[in-house]
C-alpha cells in the first residue's frame, strides 16, 4: 500500500486546515494509520494514530486542537487542525505505525501571520 498526503498550505495563526491521507488501497486492513510531522532542524515525530477500530491518540502538544478520523468508504485518512499555532509548522506525514512504509513528499503546513 502507498499513502500520499495532501491539503498542506499556509495559514494564519489561530486558523484551521485539513489533511487528507489517500491510500492506493484498501485500508480496512492497516491495523494503526498515523500523522507525522517534521520541522526545520528537528526529528520526524508522530502527530496523531487511529486504529482500524477507531480509537485515536494524539501527542500531548496537539491535544483539544488537532482530530484524525478514517473513512474507510474512501480509503482516506483525515487531519483536521484548528487553533494552529507557529510551531505546527512542517512537512507532515501519513504512514502506517511503525512506520515502515516510505514517507514519500509529505505536505507543508506553515502557520505564519
Known amino acids: 500500500v502507498q499513502l500520499q498526503a495532501s491539503g498542506g498550505g499556509l495559514v494564519q495563526p489561530g486558523g484551521s486546515l485539513r489533511l487528507s491521507c489517500a491510500a492506493s488501497r484498501s485500508i480496512s486492513s492497516i491495523n494503526v494509520t498515523g500523522w507525522y510531522r517534521q520541522a526545520p532542524g528537528k526529528l520526524r515525530d508522530v502527530v496523531a494514530y487511529?486504529?482500524?477500530?477507531?480509537?485515536?491518540h494524539y501527542a500531548d502538544s496537539v491535544k483539544g486542537r488537532f482530530t484524525i478520523s478514517r473513512d474507510n468508504a474512501k480509503n482516506t485518512v483525515y487531519l483536521q487542525m484548528n487553533s494552529l499555532k507557529s510551531e505546527d509548522t512542517a512537512v507532515y506525514y501519513c504512514?502506517?505505525?511503525?512506520?515502515?512504509?516510505?514517507w514519500g513528499q509529505g505536505t507543508q503546513v506553515t502557520v505564519s501571520s
Open positions: 504512514n502506517v505505525r511503525p512506520p515502515v512504509l516510505s
Open positions: 487511529i486504529t482500524s477500530s477507531g480509537k485515536t
